[in-house]
């Protein structure tokens, strides 16, 4: 019933809307989400006939091009066929006239009937929305904020609309009043076109079947709001969700860098995107349709940088490793977390090449290794769990970070000595001559651990491999470290194995969590579901553990539950 078809917008010489295209039936409900700037509002706007930029494309409603049609023929429509509930409450309603009579007035303009019968149909839908009659003769200065949001709703509900946009509708309301009003909204939505215009992921999850993300006038990813949701595929979705405060998230408030740009050519994220690639500076990519959902990629999405597929080692006749495989992605923290002797250590040495399998395989961004070279070793650093023995005695800070760049012959020594410089930076620490002269014995644990962290991402790796690197430091410089690569991860687009037995730890920081026990992973997945609701009895012993409940079985897996079990999200 609403199809949108290579809609443009533009603001004088500024295009805000860069060909969308979206359709819905009567029933579904689309969520609109995306940073400030993207264009949200503007789309709600002109499917209302409201833009006053200039429009280009089709949006067909009720079999009309709405881009057609006159400034008479819309306002026939706005307010009886579509409504549109507007972000800012204040500007919304007229705060000379009472409420029911605002709402009354709404009926009035499309139907032929009495004043009294207009005011009953008002006062019915107000107290629809939860306001009764006292409030129905205030004043919209004279109601709070949630109250005036409720009138608004009743006014855009009041000649039953096909068609019904949302535009921020819960913004700057308290946690009580918001569920409130998404519990009004389910009863409003039945059986409607429903459009939400939001910022607020959890608000898209409630309401909405279906979730496009919008970015610089254009839809980067469209699909289930749930699967969207569970497993974004698009760098930039991904951010948004990691931006998102949640209160089941394990990992989040990390933000994207940089900002929007709607004069890029090529792909409008792609200086922003940390797995951009040349074409994506070049050509916008085309959306186009994978498993159900739509992703506008050139990568086709988030792409997988490592896989361990079957790994398996013996020492003599000791299993250390036994049929182990993963896949992390671009930007993706897995945690490996297990007890001593669980093979978490054993299993980085392999994907390093310290250690060889004896079977299973390696990929590195869709590359069997074969051997571990150069070229590998700019890719793939390692932090090492003691930083005073990996950082050499006979090395000052600046020799120690310098020795990478130097090895791999990555420029001339001008420019080796400034990014061996802008690393220790990075890592904040200081690039004064005394600072770069000193030796590790002269630096504390936490200064040494980030000489190491600068060390390793000198040659700006894409993956990073943390073997319990805060074990031996403080609480206080063990925060600021896992801060530290948590904000390289941000900026770099790191993907990190963060091996640890700490599950706290592992929570803070991971999105995917793997537990290894004897050589195996005996569970995988999003590490918050893992933690709320651990599937496998050794799992759930380690949860236990770390929340306090020591319970022990020291007894082994039962031979049904030694397969892993995976959770795919």
């Given amino acids: 019933m609403l199809s949108i078809k290579g809609l443009l917008v533009s603001f004088g010489n500024r295009q805000i809307l860069r060909g969308v295209d979206l359709s819905l039936e009567r029933g579904e409900c689309l969520a609109i989400v ?96 939860g306001l009764d009659s006292k409030k129905a003769r205030m004043y919209p200065h004279q109601l709070s904020g949630g109250e005036r949001q409720r009138v608004l709703i009743a006014m855009a509900l009041v000649n039953d609309p096909d068609l019904l946009i949302l535009d921020e509708p819960t913004a700057s309301l308290d946690a009580l009043t918001k569920a409130d009003m998404i519990r009004l909204f389910r009863s409003a939505i039945l059986g409607r076109i429903c459009i939400v215009i939001t910022h607020d992921i959890s608000l898209a999850s409630d309401l909405a079947d279906k979730m496009a993300v919008l970015y610089a006038g254009r839809i980067v990813e469209m699909g289930s709001a749930q699967d969207l949701i569970r497993a974004p595929r698009h760098p930039y979705t991904r951010g948004l969700i990691r931006s998102y405060p949640s209160m089941t998230a394990t990992k989040d408030l990390q933000g994207i860098p940089g900002r929007m740009d709607h004069g890029l050519s090529g792909c409008p994220f792609h200086e922003r995107c940390t797995q951009s690639i040349e074409i994506c500076s070049r050509q916008v990519p085309p959306p186009q349709e994978r498993d159900g959902r739509i992703i506008a990629c050139h990568r086709g999405g988030i792409v997988p940088l490592l896989e361990v597929e079957g790994i398996s080692l013996s020492f003599d006749s000791y299993p250390a490793l036994s049929d182990v495989s993963f896949s992390l992605y671009e930007g993706e923290t897995l ?91 990075l890592v904040e620490l200081p690039i004064d001559d005394d600072f770069l002269r000193r030796y590790p014995h002269e630096l504390s644990g936490g200064e040494v651990q980030r000489v190491a962290i ?45 091996i640890t037995h700490d599950i706290a730890l592992a929570r803070k920081v991971s999105d995917q969590m793997a537990v290894m026990r004897k050589g195996r992973i005996v569970e995988m997945g999003a590490t918050n579901e893992i933690l709320l609701e651990p599937k496998h009895r050794y799992t759930r012993q380690l949860v236990n553990c770390a929340s306090g409940r020591y319970e022990r079985d020291d007894g082994d897996i039962h031979p049904e539950e030694s397969l892993a079990i995976r959770r795919f999200c």
């Fill in 335 to 425: 945690a490996l977390v297990g007890e001593s002797g669980s093979g978490k250590t054993t299993l980085s040495k392999v994907i390093m090449g310290i250690y060889r399998a004896d079977k299973g395989a390696v990929v590195l961004e869709g590359s069997r290794l074969a051997k571990w070279d150069g070229a590998f070793y700019s890719r793939v650093q390692m932090i090492f769990q003691n930083p005073k023995e990996s950082v050499s005695h006979r090395m000052s800070v600046l020799e120690a970070v310098l020795e990478p760049l130097q090895v791999q012959k990555s420029g001339s020594p001008e420019w080796m000595l400034k990014r061996a410089k802008e690393v220790i930076e």
């Fill in 454 to 498: 600068a060390r390793a991402i000198a040659l700006r790796p894409k993956l990073l491999i943390a073997d319990e690197p805060t074990s031996a430091l403080d609480p206080s410089v063990q925060a600021k470290i896992l801060k530290l690569l948590l904000n390289l991860q941000e900026r770099m687009g790191l993907a990190i194995i963060f």
């Fill in 34 to 129: 995306g940073e400030s700037g993207a264009g949200k509002t503007t789309l709600g706007l002109s499917i209302m006939g409201l833009a006053r930029g200039s429009a280009a494309g089709e949006i067909s409603f009720q079999g009309k091009n709405l881009l057609t049609l006159s400034q008479e023929e819309l306002r026939r429509l706005r307010g009886k066929e579509m409504a549109m509930v507007f972000q800012n409450v204040e500007d919304a309603l007229d705060p000379v006239q009472r409420v029911e009579d605002q709402i009354a007035e709404a009926i009035a303009v499309h139907r032929s009937i009495s004043a009294k019968s207009a005011r009953d149909m008002a006062l019915q839908h107000l107290l629809f929305v």
